[in-house]
């Protein structure tokens, strides 16, 4: 089992910045492909970017390109998503996950947080 936490969410202002955490503890050895989801109210669950163990694979969801970059940090079991120039359609509750593969699917990622919420005022 992996256990995943985010942090780092909050309320912010558009045009704004935020740096995304996810902390992985327990069987880390089986984290390969680290993923960033996204779901706001009534919607469904949206890719937004996932990493390769070793940083050399990188895909991001078209609707952040620009503007979210993933990176990880294997000696502290963490990944990281920093976003810059948010907007208000990016609220939403970002979750973390772990995945065998970089896949936009959310149905391959096996390991998944409890979520971080973030909410950008217009």
């Known amino acids: 089992q992996v256990q995943l936490v985010e942090s780092g969410g909050g309320l912010v202002q558009a045009g704004g910045s935020l740096r995304l955490s996810c902390a992985a503890s327990g069987r880390t050895f089986n984290m390969n492909v680290m993923g960033w989801f996204r779901q706001a109210p009534g919607k469904d669950r949206e890719f937004v970017a996932a990493?390769?163990?070793?940083?050399?694979?990188?895909d991001y969801g078209d609707s952040v390109k620009g503007r979210f970059t993933i990176a990880r940090d294997n000696a502290k079991n963490t990944v990281y998503l920093q976003i810059i120039s948010l907007k208000p359609e990016d609220t939403a509750v970002y979750y973390c996950?772990?995945?065998?593969?970089?896949?936009?699917?959310?149905?391959?990622?096996?390991?998944w947080g409890q979520g971080t919420q973030v909410t950008v005022s217009s």
């Open positions: 990493i390769s163990w070793t940083g050399a694979s990188t």
């Open positions: 996950a772990v995945g065998p593969t970089v896949t936009r699917v959310h149905a391959q990622y096996g390991y």
